[in-house]
Antibody, heavy 116, light 113 residues
Framework: QVQLQQWGAGLLKPSETLSLTCAVYGGSFSGYYWTWIRQPPGKGLEWIGE???????DYNPSLKSRVTMSVDTSRNQFSLKLDSVIAADTAVYYC??????????WGQGALVTVSS | DIVLTQSPDSLTVSLGERATINCKSSQSVLYSSGNKNYLAWYQQKPGQPPKLLIYWASTRESGVPDRFSGSGSGTDFTLTISSLQAEDVAVYYC?????????FGQGTNVEIK
């Protein structure tokens, strides 16, 4: 059974960098799109971007200038960095596994709050 | 970007009755070479991540009860819960993976009457 476990800082000040990592347990690491999705409190879901095991990325244009994703295949981990955070970046951030049929396995979610 | 518009925003249904959620896409999500619609449905309960219910518009994910079904093609899709159970109270989202950026509908809140 595939499990995704994520971690990272939960409280940031404006202009700081958000940093989250997700570890994948079970299943293959190659052949999938390792994805970050966020959900502001009480709101809907926003796709941030994805990375594959080779390190090829695709980012949401709305966040592209501030987002960097990376992958560590030796540890089956992938990471998200979001620069210059603002209050509007406050959200639950999910890591998830993407494929040609959608997102089938999800991390537990991590609330990141941006506040001065 | 492909915009997905769900209707209604909120739905109240009696136990055992049918619940129907619609999702309209601003562009076709039909991948013609494979004749598959790249549209999925998710269920999200409070405090939990979304759960994949349906993919390719009508294929039920393993373990999903058969009271959940998906239909539609091109730009118009429907998620049907044939007989609503108490555990089905949740927010439901459609999502397209035909084009980048991947996008979601705004969500439909399903409650018990």
């Amino acid at each position: 059974q595939v499990q995704l476990q994520q971690w990272g800082a939960g409280l940031l000040k404006p202009s700081e960098t958000l940093s989250l990592t997700c570890a994948v347990y079970g299943g293959s690491f190659s052949g999938y799109y390792w994805t970050w999705i966020r959900q502001p409190p009480g709101k809907g879901l926003e796709w941030i971007g994805e990375i594959n095991h080779r390190g090829s990325t695709d980012y949401n244009p709305s966040l592209k200038s501030r987002v960097t994703m990376s992958v560590d295949t030796s540890r089956n981990q992938f990471s998200l960095k979001l620069d210059s955070v603002i209050a509007a970046d406050t959200a639950v951030y999910y890591c998830t596994r993407g494929y040609y049929y959608g997102f089938d396995f999800w991390g537990q979610g991590a609330l990141v709050t941006v506040s001065s | 970007d492909i915009v997905l518009t769900q209707s209604p925003d909120s739905l109240t249904v009696s136990l055992g009755e049918r619940a129907t959620i619609n999702c309209k896409s601003s562009q076709s999500v039909l991948y013609s070479s494979g004749n598959k619609n790249y549209l999925a449905w998710y269920q999200q309960k409070p405090g939990q991540p979304p759960k994949l219910l349906i993919y390719w518009a009508s294929t039920r994910e393993s373990g999903v009860p058969d009271r959940f079904s998906g239909s539609g093609s091109g730009t118009d899709f429907t998620l049907t819960i044939s007989s609503l159970q108490a555990e089905d109270v949740a927010v439901y989202y459609c999502q397209q993976y035909h084009r980048s950026p991947r996008t979601f509908g705004q969500g439909t809140n399903v409650e018990i009457k």
